[in-house]
């Protein structure tokens, strides 16, 4: 028989934000610069840039780019595109005209809405699709975010997106892979919105929180597991664009901040900056941690520093939206280097080559079972089909596990660095550089960083007739193909490369023969 109560039962991110908006109304939900947005404010205006985005011949299930580095309209942008079917893809801001180009084509985007102090890399990169600006900027009649969220003229009797389902794509989160070529991890709704039920729970979010979002709403941990569980719980955000250390602690004094999260290299900076000890932090409820390792011996300042505030270590990747587990503030006493145990909805496993569970202290790969996970990799069937092999999926990770089930990150994919919570396939540093006269071979790896945790540093074997200043030139030339963060910080020059006899590179050697350089003044800040 026909289904007849599809719709009654639907449950979308549009449909979790309109929730929010009569269940708060008129409370402050989001502030950035000089602008406040109350929840039904928000509400309002995603169903506006929705109808906006619908009318520019824009279709359910077109992916949709956003350039940009934080602001209201980038968040709105999310919520328009969630609420009209549509498949947000968020790009780095840093990425170079060449690298926003593979995102734009790789995805086949329809729209490309860009910042507008990034219009001139965006202009550079893609073909001919449609053009907008997130907040001002466009020029030629060109759509506009911010714009058409605060334009009554978008207003409208029939809610948009009502076609939406669950199951359908709302985004598309590029991630780098061994393979050196960023995946696009297809989120559905579903997914999402069982990762935000996760979050609320295990990291305790109230309606009285009061948020700071400092950290780029590009990546997933700033966006899936804070600001948007935040909003939907009720909660208060303050939205920065960046993370500068004086104005972040200026903020929680001033504002009576009592959520934070950072990742470990953004901690290291707060903890280091004189005003640590002058500002007023006592307001801080939960601090959040996570995206790369932090250091022990950074855990036990922070924690003896903000003794007032609760500590919690949240793992996980982008394919699952992004929170696997969580150390809770309770448990940091007893294991203040594991990540943790598994969420609410995630089941996780340390198995061996065989898919069989290792024994507690043994080594092995993290792989999950969620309803969170992501459905696969955009167009690429074989990565796809790799990363769910026996039925679960290879986070990349190796670990090991106690009797009762708390897991500790022994160290990442081998061929991808984690810098400063940002991933960067090695092997994207190393085509860049081959491109390089001089260079005849290359092999890029982490080394370890006070405030990087790991850097990026390129062990180069020149050819015969390199110039005398070949470290400034292969730092000139990776700065014209590469986004800054993936510039190498340190450039390691040596007369071969240690191979197996089979001709395979073996990095874990080159790790290990420079496992105590910490990055020099070489590489890009």
């Known amino acids: 028989m026909p289904e007849t109560g599809a719709r009654a039962r639907r449950n979308t991110i549009g449909d979790a934000l309109r929730r929010a908006g009569a269940r708060f109304r008129d409370r402050p939900a989001l502030r950035f610069g000089d602008r406040g947005w109350g929840f039904a404010q928000?509400?309002?205006?995603?169903?506006?840039?929705?109808?906006?985005?619908?009318?520019?011949?824009?279709?359910?299930?077109d992916r949709v780019v956003a350039f940009g580095k934080n602001s209201d309209a980038y968040l709105l942008l999310w919520l328009g595109c969630a609420r009209a079917g549509l498949v947000h893809v968020p790009a780095n801001f840093a990425l170079t005209a060449a690298e926003l180009d593979y995102i734009l084509r790789q995805s086949g985007a329809a729209a490309l809405f860009a910042q507008a102090g990034l219009r001139a890399t965006a202009d550079q990169a893609g073909g001919a699709i449609l053009r907008g600006s997130l907040d001002g900027g466009g020029g030629g009649g060109a759509p506009d975010i911010l714009a058409a969220a605060q334009d009554p003229r978008w207003d409208g009797a029939e809610p948009p997106g009502e076609g939406v389902r669950d199951e359908d794509l709302v985004q598309l989160q590029y991630t780098s892979g061994t393979t050196g070529m960023p995946k696009g991890a297809m989120m559905t709704h579903r997914a999402i919105l069982a990762e935000y039920a996760s979050v609320t729970i295990e990291l305790e979010m109230r309606r009285d929180d009061r948020a700071l979002a400092a950290l780029p709403l590009y990546h997933t941990a700033q966006m899936h597991c804070f600001t948007m569980p935040q909003l939907l719980a009720g909660a208060f955000t303050l939205l920065v664009e960046a993370p500068q250390p004086a104005l972040v602690l200026e903020l929680i004094e001033r504002e009576r901040i009592t959520s934070f999260f950072a990742p470990p290299t953004v901690w290291i900076t707060l903890l280091q900056h004189p005003d640590f000890a002058r500002r007023d932090l006592t307001s801080l409820r939960n601090i959040y941690y996570g995206a790369s390792i932090m250091p022990v011996p950074v855990l036990q300042e922070l924690r003896q520093r903000l003794p007032g505030a609760r500590p919690f270590n949240c793992y996980g990747q982008s394919e699952i939206a992004p929170l696997a587990t969580v150390l809770r503030p309770e448990e940091h006493e007893a294991r203040p280097g594991s990540v943790g145990r598994p969420v609410l909805n995630v089941e996780t496993r340390v198995v061996d080559a065989e898919m069989r569970d290792v024994a507690p202290g043994e080594?092995?790969?993290v792989v999950h079972r969620s309803p969170q996970l992501c459905l696969g990799y955009w167009n690429m069937p074989e990565e796809t089909a790799k990363a769910f092999e026996g039925g679960w999926f290879h986070s990349g990770d190796v670990a090991t596990i106690d009797a009762e089930g708390y897991l500790a990150i022994v160290d990442r994919t081998k061929d991808l660095i984690n810098t400063g919570g940002v991933l960067v396939a090695s092997r994207e540093v190393e085509e860049a550089l081959f491109t390089h006269p001089a260079v005849a071979e290359v092999a890029v790896i982490a080394v370890p960083d006070p405030k990087w945790i790991e850097a990026v540093a390129a062990v180069v074997v020149p050819r015969p007739e390199a110039p005398?200043?070949?470290?400034?030139?292969?730092?000139?030339?990776?700065?014209?193909?590469?986004?800054?963060?993936?510039?190498p910080k340190r450039i390691i020059l040596a007369e071969s490369l240690p191979k197996n006899t089979a001709g395979k590179l073996l990095k874990r050697e080159l790790r290990q023969a420079y496992a105590g350089t910490a990055s020099g003044a070489l590489g890009a800040g």
């Open 468 to 487: 005398a200043d070949l470290e400034a030139s292969l730092l000139a030339h990776a700065r014209q193909h590469l986004a800054p963060y993936k510039v």
């Open 42 to 61: 928000l509400d309002l205006a995603a169903d506006r840039v929705a109808r906006c985005l619908l009318a520019q011949g824009l279709n359910p299930g």
């Open 363 to 365: 080594r092995g790969e």
